[in-house]
């Protein structure tokens, strides 16, 4: 198995494609049989941590540098002396996504039409797992995104077609509780009677 000396992230852009060495690549893509997606587990050997990423393409820089977007990289654990794995995965049972609850951690994000964008984004991923942070480039600099929730697994692929996705706002001021007039208490019998007769005591005095 081999094991990268270095792990660069890439870009800005919300993408889970890694670009490998074109001799691991080729070692690695003789395991899948003709699959559409070439789906793989980047692991941090040092603290077990993986994300499922996929195959995009290799180079002939070295044997040694894997390319990776960075906001994966802040999820497995980055160091100048961290090993990598990488591991075909297992994508058989995995369900596709099919409800997303994001989280902008943002207040700008509420001002502009945020389905569209994330749609747009999810666009470049080919899976997604609840309770990640993700960067949306929507601003000169980007929002970051916490996943709250997926449906119908934690990890779920995603596919051609409509996903729906639900958006926690946190930054919404609570409007005060509307106050209502007290309902008067019904008077009791006693105090009804002690009524009755100051009101007769009055009339004859």
């Not at 297992?90 to 039409?113: C, S, W």
């Amino acid at each position: 198995m081999f094991y990268s000396r270095s792990l660069y992230g890439e870009g800005p852009e919300l993408s889970d494609e890694i670009i490998l060495p074109s001799t691991l690549f080729h070692q690695i893509i003789q395991q899948f049989n003709n699959e559409s997606v070439l789906y793989v587990n980047l692991i941090n050997t040092e603290n077990n941590i993986q994300y499922m990423v996929t195959l995009t393409a290799s180079h002939h820089d070295d044997n040694y540098t894997i390319y990776a977007p960075s906001w994966i990289l802040d999820i497995i654990g980055n160091s100048d002396d961290s090993i990598y794995d990488i591991q075909k995965a297992d994508v058989l049972d995995l369900p596709v996504a099919q409800r997303i609850v994001i989280k902008p951690l943002d207040p700008r994000a509420f001002e502009m039409d945020l389905t569209t964008y994330f749609e747009m984004a999810f666009m470049n991923l080919h899976s997604i797992q609840e309770q990640i942070t993700i960067p949306m480039d929507i601003f000169e600099f980007p929002l970051f995104a916490y996943v709250s929730k997926v449906e119908p697994a934690p990890l779920c692929r995603i596919v051609h077609g409509e996903v729906q996705v639900e958006f926690i706002n946190e930054f919404q001021e609570e409007s005060p509780p509307e106050e209502r007039p007290s309902t008067p208490i019904p008077p009791s019998a006693e105090e009804r009677a002690r009524q009755v007769r100051e009101s007769w005591i009055r009339r004859f005095q």
